[in-house]
């Protein structure tokens, strides 16, 4: 049904679910099998814990897992992102890091309110048989820091139940001309499904509270070459994106100590 009127509301939730999807690089192709991601949102004080693990596949031959975990907590004025790929080709060790961005003194109330403002104006573009209603974002992003750069493209359809909960996700997306540390990389597009098995209303208040599992986490460097912290790097700049038509203009990350 077209034209429904009944628009989304910020709420607190959590979000467990699997999901699958495809990456093409250049002339290469791998399946995402076995994934899994959950999600955490503390409405009341913008904090929010995004965790997603998954196997990455070539002719039905596993070549790594890849597990990447963030926690933007508004609180402690900080997001820190947890990386980890294994089961590499070679006996490789796996690839581990664990950095941080220190955001400014911003009160949580002032985001809150963005938030709750902004998902207001949000209108589903249909509901679904199963009553859940579907809301369409598409995201253009000029990535440009010092060892990365390129156009990254995402269009999203996000659907969310009667608690205005996420319930599933459809994900499309490409990075586009892409230099890393200086050379050029092959085009990117993916595809990614996700299908709750839990969507309920409410998170438990440890979800924003870094894992001593995490080992130590160090201050994000922009100049750094290592691919497990160009991820950290990518999910901030995606951050700016999504937050910018909040209209928070001084919600900036204040400059990294290092």
Not at 98 to 111: K, T
Not at 233 to 254: G, H, Q, R, W
Request: charged share 20%; net charge negative.
């Amino acid at each position: 049904e077209e034209g429904v009127s009944t628009r989304s509301t910020w709420v607190s939730q959590t979000d467990e679910g699997t999901f699958s999807g495809t990456v093409t690089a250049g002339k290469y192709g791998v399946k995402l099998v076995n994934g899994k991601l959950s999600n955490y949102i503390d409405a009341e004080n913008a904090n929010m814990q995004l965790n997603m693990s998954v196997s990455i596949t070539m002719a039905s031959i596993t070549v790594a897992k890849v597990s990447v975990e963030a926690i933007l907590n508004v609180t402690a004025k900080r997001l820190t992102v947890h990386v980890v790929v294994a089961d590499l080709p070679n006996n490789t060790k796996p690839i581990r890091n664990c950095s941080y961005l220190v955001l400014p003194e911003i009160p949580p109330a002032n985001v809150t309110t963005a938030l709750k403002n902004f998902m207001r104006k949000q209108k589903p573009n249909a509901t679904t048989k199963d009553g859940d209603r579907k809301f369409e974002r598409s995201i253009d992003l000029n990535v440009n820091v010092p060892q990365a750069k390129g156009e990254v493209k995402a269009d999203g359809k996000l659907y969310l139940n009667d608690d205005q909960v996420m319930h599933n996700m459809h994900f499309d997306g490409s990075v586009l001309d892409a230099t890393l540390n200086g050379s050029a990389e092959p085009n990117v597009t993916m595809t990614a499904d996700y299908l709750g098995t839990t969507a309920k209303k409410g998170a438990n208040a440890s979800a924003f509270a870094v894992p001593s599992e995490w080992g130590k986490c160090t201050p994000l460097n922009h100049e750094s070459k290592s691919t497990a912290e160009m991820i950290p790097v990518m999910l901030f700049e995606l951050l700016n994106t999504i937050v910018a038509p909040l209209d928070l203009s001084e919600l900036k990350v204040s400059e990294v100590v290092v």
